[in-house]
């Protein structure tokens, strides 16, 4: 078993972790925190990918998970500033009381 085939197995298994999680919970910020698993599973992925590819000599794969983590990073901040205004609304993180679009 090559060292490639170890770091997909573990970022595949983050994956499904962050996906089980985004799908299962119904706290909306647990359902943040699943959606940030998975793109870090993306990250290890993109890193591996690189670090194993024909060329590590070009920094492809370390360009796309600055580029990722700065999209999560935005992502955390949007996401928990709705929360918080939902929070304020309804009174609770619960994502099944989120249930109507008035204002």
């Not at 595949?12 to 299962?24: E, Y």
């Not at 955390?76 to 304020?88: C, F, K, P, W």
């Amino acid at each position: 078993m090559n060292p490639l085939s170890g770091f997909l197995l573990l970022s595949a298994l983050i994956f499904s972790i962050g996906l089980a999680g985004a799908l299962t919970r119904r706290n909306a910020i647990l359902v943040l925190i699943g959606i940030e698993l998975m793109l870090n599973a993306a990250n290890l992925n993109f890193i591996a990918f690189w670090r194993y590819g024909p060329n590590p000599e070009a920094l492809t794969g370390v360009m796309f998970t600055i580029f990722s983590i700065s999209v999560a990073a935005a992502e955390a901040a949007v996401g928990l500033s709705i929360i918080l205004a939902v929070y304020r609304h309804f009174k609770s993180t619960n994502l099944d009381d989120m249930n109507s679009m008035k204002g």
